[in-house]
């Protein structure tokens, strides 16, 4: 069993930074992509980003094209996510999963181990 835990959630104001990370545990962390979720309060779960295996490719969703990096190290079953100029629209619980071989990396239903997220909150 695979265990996925994020940390680096917090209180910031708007236009501060977060870096979340991920840990995910097992020997084969670097053949898996991973990505980011968030869900607000009332609102369905979303795609974030991710990022390939090696981290030579990374995908964002729209509203968080260049405020939002994801990288990763292998040698520590990590992946990160730096967040920068945060609004308050960006208030939700942040989660990190491990991809599925092939399948759409946008899709959730294509992740199979999730953690239980870590909450960011941006204040106006």
């Known amino acids: 069993q695979v265990q996925v835990v994020e940390s680096g959630g917090g209180l910031v104001q708007a236009g501060g930074s977060l870096r979340l990370s991920c840990t995910a545990s097992?020997?084969?962390?670097?053949?898996?992509?991973m990505g980011w979720f968030r869900q607000a309060p009332g609102k369905e779960r979303e795609f974030v980003g991710y990022?390939?295996?090696?981290?030579?490719?990374?995908y964002y969703a729209d509203f968080v094209k260049d405020r939002f990096t994801i990288s990763r190290d292998n040698a520590k079953n990590t992946v990160y996510l730096q967040m920068n100029s945060l609004k308050p629209e960006d208030t939700a619980v942040y989660y990190c999963?491990?991809?599925?071989?092939?399948?759409?990396?946008?899709?959730?239903?294509?992740?199979?181990?999730w953690g239980q997220g870590t909450q960011v909150t941006v204040s106006s």
């Open positions: 999963a491990r991809k599925r071989l092939g399948g759409n990396y946008y899709l959730s239903r294509e992740y199979e181990y």
């Open positions: 097992g020997r084969t962390f670097s053949t898996y992509g």
């Open positions: 990022c390939s295996w090696n981290g030579d490719t990374t």
